[in-house]
């Protein structure tokens, strides 16, 4: 039962796009979104989050987008550069404690194209 | 001021043989989150320790799989009489606090290989 689904396993976009990933849920208790950034043979990196309380956070040129009543959330990246190819995986979590661990989508490979 | 280490990076067992892996959380960490990815799929939450005590192992096998992060030293994730379908990599995470506003800092995994 996968609670947090990415439905694109790979994505390509030219440099200096916008990248756009996308992210569904299907638990409704989820009310705090991650989104992490991996390089091969590397740990995921924290890239940005948003409350379920707020529709869009931004931060430099990553921009989070959530629309809870489609239980759906995306990741702006623009421009595009070539350092930003990676998997990147969305991740979600309930704040009201009893849920320490993240559950996380299976990721999308992103390929920036020069 | 050290990221999360992780050790081995790769661990090669034959079935039925026993897997150890060792998690150094950063520096004034005592929160420690083990997840499992296997080939293709995402990351899963295994279980939760703080200091001496297993918080949440909601995700953990029931049989085979034990951890501990002790007052000293770091945590462990121990895999008794493994099987091929352990093989995957393995990632600790660390953060300074529970709760969502305390991020969690991964190491760069432990590969496990089961031949």
């Known amino acids: 039962d996968q609670q947090v689904k990415q439905n694109s396993p790979s994505l390509s976009v030219q440099e200096g796009r916008i990248s756009i990933l996308n992210c569904d849920y299907t638990?409704?208790?989820?009310?705090?979104f991650l989104w992490y950034k991996k390089y091969p043979a590397e740990g995921p990196t924290f890239l940005i989050s948003i409350s379920s309380i707020k529709d869009k956070n931004e931060d430099g040129r990553f921009t989070v987008f959530l629309n809870k009543s489609a239980k759906h959330l995306s990741l702006h990246i623009v421009p595009s550069q070539p350092g930003d190819s990676a998997v990147y995986f969305c991740?979600?979590?309930?704040?009201?404690?009893?849920?320490?661990?993240?559950?996380f989508g299976k990721g999308t490979h992103l390929i920036i194209q020069p | 001021n050290a990221g999360v280490m992780q050790n081995p990076r790769h661990l090669v067992r034959r079935r039925g043989q026993e897997a150890r892996l060792r998690c150094s959380p950063m520096?004034?960490?005592?929160?420690v989150y083990w997840y499992r990815q296997l080939p293709e799929e995402g990351l899963k939450f295994m279980v939760y320790?703080?200091?001496?005590?297993?918080?949440?192992e909601s995700g953990m096998p029931k049989e085979r799989f034990s951890a501990e992060f002790p007052k000293e030293g770091p945590s462990i994730l121990r895999i008794q009489q493994v099987v091929r379908g352990d093989s995957a990599a393995y990632f600790c995470a660390s953060s300074p606090g529970r709760g969502i506003y305390n991020e969690q800092f991964f190491g760069p995994g432990t590969r496990l290989t089961v031949l």
């Open positions: 638990n409704s208790m989820f009310d705090y």
């Open positions: 320790l703080q200091k001496e005590n297993i918080i949440d």
């Open positions: 520096k004034g960490h005592s929160h």
């Open positions: 991740a979600a979590t309930f704040s009201g404690g009893g849920a320490d661990g993240l559950t």
